[in-house]
T-cell receptor, first 110, second 114 residues
Framework: GQSLEQPSEVTAVEGAIVQINCTYQ??????LSWYQQHDGGAPTFLSY????GLEETGRFSSFLSRSDSYGYLLLQELQMKDSASYFC???????????FGTGTQLKVEL | ETGVTQSPTHLIKTRGQQVTLRCSSQ?????VSWYQQALGQGPQFIFQYYREEENGRGNFPPRFSGLQFPNYSSELNVNALELDDSALYLC?????????????FGSGTRLTVV
């Protein structure tokens, strides 16, 4: 099976940079995805890393190291609207399954 | 283009009853997946449908079943409801093999079993 661990909560100041880490255990996977979910809302796709290295999409960047079984999501120029839960998820099962981590609740303060 | 829509948004059922949840996939998407999200947890994969056939299943009992229709919409059926089935049920659509572009999730159906 697969398992993913994330910090349960992270707090940061508006305008700052924050990194959310994700460590995982799996026998095989296609890649690592990141999703954002506001309270009571739909998870929203942020990024996908199929290969090791950094992927940048606007204020968000994601990193994957397969050798270290580790990834992270980097959020820059934090805004209040970034307060949400963030999930890393392994893409497995022939590409048809997402296995989600425990989620990190990000609180952005003034 | 429309997103993923789910109905109903909220539902209260009694233990032992049956429930059907519905999902309309995003235009252009041919694959539908269902996830269960308990409070404070990450979503858990229930199953996926592609071309009206089940295309992968998570660790859920057979009383969880589904359908996909020719227009790619889908239903999730849960029989013999248990209290632990209380959760947010999320539907996600994608184009086959398009996981690198991400899945589009609906806002979910909040099911409460009493």
């Amino acid at each position: 099976g697969q398992s993913l661990e994330q910090p349960s909560e992270v707090t940061a100041v508006e305008g700052a940079i924050v990194q959310i880490n994700c460590t995982y255990q799996t026998s095989g996977f296609y890649g690592l995805s990141w999703y954002q979910q506001h309270d009571g809302g739909a998870p929203t796709f942020l990024s996908y890393n199929a290969l090791d290295g950094l992927e940048e999409t606007g204020r968000f960047s994601s990193f994957l190291s397969r050798s270290d079984s580790y990834g992270y999501l980097l959020l820059q120029e934090l805004q209040m609207k970034d307060s949400a839960s963030y999930f890393c998820a392994l893409v497995t099962g022939g590409g048809n399954k997402l296995t989600f981590g425990t989620g990190t609740q990000l609180k952005v303060e003034l | 283009e429309t997103g993923v829509t789910q109905s109903p948004t909220h539902l209260i059922k009694t233990r032992g009853q049956q429930v059907t949840l519905r999902c309309s996939s995003q235009s252009g998407h041919n694959t539908v997946s269902w996830y269960q999200q308990a409070l404070g947890q990450g979503p858990q994969f229930i199953f996926q449908y592609y071309r009206e056939e089940e295309n992968g299943r998570g660790n859920f009992p057979p009383r969880f079943s589904g359908l996909q229709f020719p227009n790619y919409s889908s239903e999730l059926n849960v029989n013999a409801l248990e209290l632990d089935d209380s959760a947010l049920y999320l539907c996600a659509s994608s184009f086959s093999g398009g996981y690198n572009y991400g899945y589009t999730f609906g806002s979910g159906t909040r099911l409460t079993v009493v």
